[in-house]
């Protein structure tokens, strides 16, 4: 299974996890089996509010769930829509986050959870 991290910068499995998914200058994919760390370009950083397109930001590569802070409802239907499944990361490195959802201690976003707006005082559940 690969599990897709948005990060601030690349530290490989101590990267710490970013707080929002469309803002994420970078992704990385872990694969749960071989714990093989791919780095992606967020191809999709630059866009306006509630017009991200999550899957063109992950630049074509196939990822079956998303481990994130944060994540608008736009993004997280887009993301459900083309197969993906998105679970809500705990403050910490992509390392814990990984430990944490092997063990399925990780909520998973629906839609009633997500983040209204890009600042960080809207309420929303990072």
């Known amino acids: 299974m690969k599990i897709c991290f948005p990060v601030e910068c690349n530290e490989g499995l101590s990267s710490a996890v970013f707080g929002h998914f469309g803002s994420a200058p970078g992704f990385l994919v872990i694969d749960s089996n071989t714990d093989e760390c791919t780095a992606i370009n967020n191809g999709d950083r630059v866009h306006q509010h509630g017009a991200c397109n999550p899957v063109a930001g992950l630049g074509g590569h196939e990822v079956d769930a998303i481990?994130?802070?944060?994540?608008?409802?736009?993004?997280?239907?887009?993301?459900?829509?083309?197969?993906?499944r998105v679970?809500?990361?705990?403050?910490?490195t992509v390392a814990e986050n990984m430990a944490l959802f092997k063990a399925n201690e990780l909520p998973e976003y629906l839609p009633g959870h997500t983040c209204g707006g890009h600042g960080h005082s809207h309420g929303c559940s990072h």
Do not use: E, H, T, W
């Open 67 to 84: 481990v994130v802070g944060g994540i608008g409802g736009g993004a997280l239907y887009k993301l459900n829509a083309a197969g993906m």
């Open 87 to 92: 679970f809500q990361a705990r403050p910490g």
